[in-house]
T-cell receptor
């Protein structure tokens, strides 16, 4: 079993819809949770970084962490065609500054 | 502020050869990590360097090695290339807990 599970999609939604992306994890040592966006032929771009359980909002993006269920989510409101990309959840424990464990990524397509 | 710079962007090598990839981190960042991204395995951690010392290592064979220089620039070397080494190699630099990635080097082994 992988430490981080993420539905690979693809996920296709109409422009303006609310998108929900999710990951589950098995390692209770994970303390820091991230979402990256990766466009084709580009490196991952950090979207959201959270530490505690609860919600964190940044513009149209909301990251949600539920440590008791080992479940994290990213919500995108008012989705735009420019949001079409692969979204990677990522996490790490407190003992390592840079060893990040990634989900497999969800390919998202926003239809105009 | 300049981001993470990786060179070259694309590389084609033959099986058995060796390759060196370069990464210049964001100015002021002392931690550099390397990741391999493939369609089958996704993004996997290779190793991390901090102040010229390897601080952490992933589960890759010894053919994969790296180093970091006093100016925090890092190089990654893969010896005796195999077809399965074809991948996007990504470098990330960190100052605190957040990691910022470069555009990657696309390595194709033929």
């Amino acid at each position: 079993q992988k430490e981080v599970e993420q539905d690979p999609g693809p996920l296709s939604v109409p422009e303006g819809a609310i998108v929900s992306l999710n990951c589950t994890y098995s390692n209770s040592a994970f303390q820091y949770f991230m979402w990256y966006r990766q466009y084709s032929r580009k490196g991952p771009e950090l979207l959201m970084y959270t530490y505690s359980s609860g919600n964190k909002e940044d513009g149209r993006f909301t990251a949600q962490v539920d440590k008791s269920s080992k479940y994290i989510s990213l919500f995108i409101r008012d989705s735009q065609p420019s949001d079409s990309a692969t979204y990677l959840c990522a996490m790490k424990d407190s003992s390592s500054a840079s060893k990040i464990i990634f989900g497999s990524g969800t390919r998202l397509s926003i239809r105009p | 502020k300049a981001g993470v710079t990786q060179t070259p962007r694309y590389l084609i090598k033959t099986r058995g050869q060796q390759v060196t990839l370069s990464c210049s981190p964001i100015s002021g960042h002392r931690s550099v990590s390397w990741y391999q991204q493939t369609p089958g395995q996704g993004l996997q951690f290779l190793f991390e360097y901090f102040s010229e010392t390897q601080r952490n290592k992933g589960n890759f064979p010894g053919r994969f090695s790296g180093r970091q220089f006093s100016n925090s620039r890092s190089e990654m070397n893969v010896s005796t290339l195999e077809l399965g080494d074809s991948a996007l190699y990504l470098c990330a630099s960190s100052l605190g807990r957040e990691a910022f990635f470069g555009q990657g080097t696309r390595l194709t082994v033929v």
